[in-house]
């Protein structure tokens, strides 16, 4: 083996680094390699290969333990990641160890049970020891030998913990309900035996430790025979007054650094999503301001509808001096309460601000509009694989060549020409006949027919049809088509608007009615309006179900509404 593992190496060092400190011990060194943990980017390590076995070992011997960049390298021999995971048994952690003890020393009360691969004693920026190291054996059993004989020994008078190294997940005391407590805000005058009074009622206390630091308040760590006792004084004295005291007492889990500072970020978290999520309906964003407009001028014209806390005008270096700061007619105002930000979003966007129609809409940071894509992304997801599912299912072997979903203009879905309806393949034994289900990840809302036109389309007008897979009847032109819908046993002819159940719609949510009415009535207005269907379609499944509903009782009724929503798409502004 020519090849070593380097451990705890300084972020920053590279291949370079780690290469020239070695050829400038005299060693031939053939390629050495820096790597950064992808958990944790303060965990560099590295490999050295050297041109022989004999010239590795040397430098193991003489370099273990010597200062790189300021970090003390710990060198091993370089085993592949399976054979050091199978070896994740023969790794032994040391603690309560003094702090006189050095690496050297820790390496030399081990070394007499068998071959060690690896020792580091953990310490802090200054050299001084955290009283706790690690040592790799080669074998497990000469790990097992060293705990067995070195376990809760004495080391310059402390007793030492000797055990096998476990994983934080994996270790006892994570898994089972603690025993410690960290008691504050009980009053000061308050001694040990007061506490145990207090805490002694819900279990045996082993050991109690007050702690004070001058001018600051007493602090008390308080430990019980069993977790559930201590669980129960949780329970029980946790958001209490002490007599004597007007202070809330606090008592909790001991909770190590680690553990802080994850239930600090935890925490913070929550506090800072409810307070965003709190501040959305008062924080608005404006755009379209006059730039020669100041805070004060637009604090004064947003004040009619209700009180402004704050503003923050957008501001850009200028372009002819880079000193100086211009207003860019954009601003963020935030309102004292949810109503007056309500009304200012509605009325502003209605009424002439500034002597012109301003954009006023809710602000959104980044943090809100990312979390609302992503859950939008999964929900649609699903959406899209339950429905192609469903749709394989029950249309599989039914169309010839595939005839395409809903095709439509401005805002519509776009898929084969014409009417699907007119060109529908004759049934298949085993499969339903009928027209085939809305396409996956599709569904009509208002907002579908409020996008511009598609280029090349003209309301009225359809693009030419493909050729039919089977012979059927040609395209209708003209008042709307029955429509040709297989029946259960028969192939009469129904009217489309006469099979909706009305009871089944009525039990239905907002966007499976629109789905559904949406399926039985496109082919046909899309018949006679061609391009214009999707924004009909949308405007007429868009309507409240009181409304809604009267119209599809007859197919004269659905016809006035085509039509009329044919007419405001022509008189519409964009046309």
Not at 43 to 65: C, D, I, M, R, W
Not at 105 to 125: A, H, N, P, Q, R
Not at 282 to 308: A, H, R, S, W
Request: hydrophobic share 30%.
């Amino acid at each position: 083996n020519k090849q070593l593992y380097v451990g705890n190496l300084k972020p920053g060092v590279t291949n370079q680094t780690l290469f020239d400190f070695f050829t400038g011990k005299g060693f031939t060194v053939l390629h050495s390699n820096v790597k950064v943990s992808s958990t944790n980017i303060s965990n560099v390590f590295g490999s050295v290969k050297f041109a022989s076995e004999s010239e590795a070992t040397k430098a193991l011997e003489t370099y273990n333990n010597t200062e790189v960049e300021g970090s003390k390298i710990r060198l091993m021999w370089w085993s592949p990641g399976q054979v050091l995971k199978d070896k994740e048994t023969a790794n032994i952690y040391v603690k309560d160890i003094d702090s006189a003890i050095t690496q050297d020393d820790l390496k030399e009360k081990f070394s007499v049970f068998g071959k060690i691969l690896s020792v580091k004693l953990e310490t802090f920026k200054d050299g001084t020891s955290k009283g706790f190291g690690y040592v790799q054996f080669e074998s497990v059993d000469e790990a097992l030998k060293a705990i067995k004989e070195l376990n809760e020994a004495e080391w310059n008078g402390k007793k030492v913990t000797v055990c096998q190294f476990k994983k934080r997940g994996d270790r006892e005391e994570h898994k089972a309900v603690k025993n410690n407590l960290y008691c504050r805000n009980f009053p000061n005058s308050f001694s040990e035996d007061d506490l145990k009074e207090l805490f002694g009622k819900y279990g045996n206390i082993t050991s109690l430790l007050v702690k004070s630091h001058e001018g600051d308040r007493k602090q008390a760590f308080i430990c019980y025979e069993a977790g559930d006792e201590a669980q129960k004084a949780i329970n029980n004295l946790n958001g209490t007054k002490v007599e004597g005291s007007d202070d809330i007492l606090l008592v909790t889990e001991l909770l190590n650094k680690h553990e802080r500072r994850e239930e600090n970020i935890k925490n913070y978290k929550k506090i800072k999503e409810k307070n965003l999520y709190k501040s959305l309906a008062q924080n608005l964003y404006v755009n379209g301001i006059p730039t020669d407009c100041t805070e004060e001028d637009v604090k004064k014209e947003f004040e009619k509808f209700g009180k402004v806390s704050s503003i923050k005008m957008n501001m850009k270096p200028s372009r002819e001096d880079k000193t100086k700061q211009v207003f860019v007619g954009a601003a963020f105002v935030y309102y004292d309460n949810a109503d007056d930000a309500r009304n200012a979003v509605y009325r502003g966007n209605m009424e002439p601000m500034f002597g012109t129609n301003i954009y006023i809409d809710y602000y959104k940071p980044k943090e809100v509009t990312n979390k609302e894509k992503v859950e939008e992304a999964g929900v649609t997801m699903k959406k899209m694989i339950h429905q192609m599912f469903t749709a394989l299912s029950q249309t599989r072997g039914t169309f010839r060549g595939g005839r395409g979903n809903y095709r439509g203009g401005r805002g519509g879905n776009r898929g084969g020409h014409g009417d699907y309806s007119q060109y529908q393949a004759p049934p298949v034994s085993g499969y339903p006949a009928g027209p085939p289900p809305m396409a996956p990840g599709r569904s009509y809302i208002a907002s579908s027919y409020a996008n511009p036109s598609l280029p090349g389309s003209t309301p009225g007008t359809t693009l030419p049809p493909v050729p039919p897979p089977v012979s059927g009847p040609p395209p209708v032109s003209g008042p709307i088509p029955t429509a040709q819908i297989p029946v259960s046993g028969s192939q009469a002819s129904v009217d489309a608007i006469s099979i909706i159940n009305k009871a089944e719609v009525t039990a239905m949510n907002d966007e499976d009615r629109k789905n559904y009415i949406g399926e039985k009535i496109y082919p046909i207005i899309e018949a006679v309006y061609g391009d214009s269907a999707p924004r009909i379609t949308g405007m007429i499944i868009d309507m409240e179900p009181a409304d809604l509903m009267p119209a599809l009782e007859s197919k004269a009724a659905l016809e006035k509404l085509a039509k009329e929503g044919y007419a405001l798409i022509m008189n519409s502004p964009e046309e």
